[in-house]
């Protein structure tokens, strides 16, 4: 059954949100996902990687600082920040990219920075509580989400904790339920997230965090009245 129309409105939508309801209706779908994923790891990182080659044998990004309108660093000519790496062909992209001799490559990450930086906005006291004791936040998620955690085995536990923090986030980037159910059923073995389960657990986590619930809504609601956001330093988005 059609979902939804394109942009234009000309014909029903095939895109890859469609494609993921709609998977057990056909068998054939899993298939033009599955090409579709092949097709843009091929253009998108093995062509493109490669027509992306320096005279030196290396490929050189460019970090832009204020490239991104949330102001995240961005990498641009080529994008090197977004190689694949849930599946196991994307895995094998990224063993592409070797160190020059005598060097290393050195990741390093903020620890649960969006959610530091929510709490602080918010002064959601039970959020600055988990931090300041030292807390994981995403456990506190985890036993929400799945009461049986505590029997789970070690390997099945790190999956499901990568599905609480993905929902974790996504609560502060608009993810709906229907993206929590197509996320746990893309993961790797898939986890099962029924649309009321997801539903249930939005409930559940939200009323831990009254007063983010609250800051959510006043951002949202200036956001409406006066076309732009701020961060703490008065840097400003607009949104026309």
């Avoid at 090409?35 to 080659?53: D, E, I, M, N, Q």
């Avoid at 600082?65 to 660093?73: E, L, Y």
């Avoid at 920075?113 to 300041?132: G, K």
């Avoid at 657990?201 to 939200?206: F, G, K, Y």
Wanted: aromatic share 10%; net charge positive; hydrophobic share 35%.
């Amino acid at each position: 059954t059609p979902i939804k129309k394109t942009k234009g409105k000309t014909r029903w939508s095939t895109d890859d949100e469609v494609l993921t309801k709609i998977q057990r209706a056909h068998p054939i779908v899993p298939f033009i996902r599955e090409y579709r994923g092949l097709g843009k790891l091929k253009g998108t990182y093995v062509v493109g990687l490669t027509s992306a080659v320096d005279v030196d044998g290396r490929i050189h990004t460019t970090f832009r600082q204020a490239g991104a309108r949330s102001g995240r660093v961005s990498s641009a000519d080529p994008n090197i920040q977004n190689t694949p790496a849930r599946s196991e062909l994307g895995g094998r992209v990224r063993e592409a990219f070797v160190a020059a001799p005598g060097f290393a490559f050195v990741g390093a990450d903020y620890s649960q920075i969006e959610l530091r930086v929510a709490a602080a906005l918010s002064q959601d006291q039970s959020m600055i509580e988990v931090f300041i004791n030292g807390g994981d936040i995403h456990l506190d998620t985890c036993r929400i989400m799945y009461p049986e955690w505590d029997i789970l085995d070690p390997e099945d536990q790190e999956r499901r904790r990568i599905v609480a923090k993905t929902f974790n986030f996504g609560l502060w980037y608009g993810l709906t339920d229907e993206g929590l159910v197509r996320y746990g059923a893309e993961a790797e073995p898939p986890v099962v997230i029924t649309l009321m389960g997801a539903r249930d657990i939005r409930e559940l986590v939200l009323s831990r965090h009254p007063q983010a619930v609250q800051w959510i809504k006043e951002t949202k609601k200036f956001a409406m009245e006066h076309g732009y956001t701020e961060t703490l330093l008065h840097r400003r988005r607009y949104f026309p």
